[in-house]
């Protein structure tokens, strides 16, 4: 069963997800993380004047750590440079096929939460629940500012910028699948979202 979980920045898809796939015993996938770890190498390579194709980097998870080339980048692909830089990548046609293509390839078997901006709609449209997580604007500033120590008013801005990026790309545009449940979590409490969700997952099940 693939669970996908879409979503603007800052609605608590990762987190969200990641607690969902731990609840089922089912395995978490962090798509946004894939293409931070293709921004994070556009910046380094940048900076070296030495380009890596793209085929050839080496994007792996183990447990909570994200791996780019075998070195952990957990920590480096969550910083604002990275988040903008991310949203770029993830607007060219090449990058979103290669790593679209190594999606479907891990979810093909086994029991998956994966979270992103176009799972249920290019990913998996085939998933057997889609869920679009969103939440009020400033809401998602303020849990991006606690994360980043930037203030609510930066975030904010940055989000409504990605935002319209995100949902104007030719590829792949960020938009609610049509039979996607739209969980809003705007004042809900964590654990009540978490219970939603596997609530949703129970009944596709029976």
Known sequence: MLVAIDGPVGAGKSTVARAVAQHLGFTYLDTGAMY???????IE????????????LHIDFEGERVLLDHMDVSDAIRTPDVSNEA??????????????????????????????????????????LKVFLTAADEERAARRAAQTGRSVEEELAD???????????DASPL???DDAVEVDTTGLPFDEVVRRIAAL????RA
């Open 45 to 56: 390579d940048r900076a070296a004047d030495h380009p890596r194709p793209l085929e050839r």
């Open 87 to 128: 949203s770029r990548v993830a607007a060219d046609p090449v990058v979103r096929e290669q790593l679209v293509d190594r999606q479907r390839r891990l979810t093909a078997r086994g029991d998956w939460v994966a979270e992103g901006r176009d799972i249920g709609t290019v990913v998996r449209p085939d998933a057997e």
């Open 175 to 177: 938009r609610r699948a």
């Open 201 to 204: 997952v129970a009944e596709r």
């Open 159 to 169: 989000l409504r910028e990605r935002d319209e990026r995100d949902r104007t790309r």
């Open 36 to 42: 931070r770890c293709v921004a994070l190498a556009a």
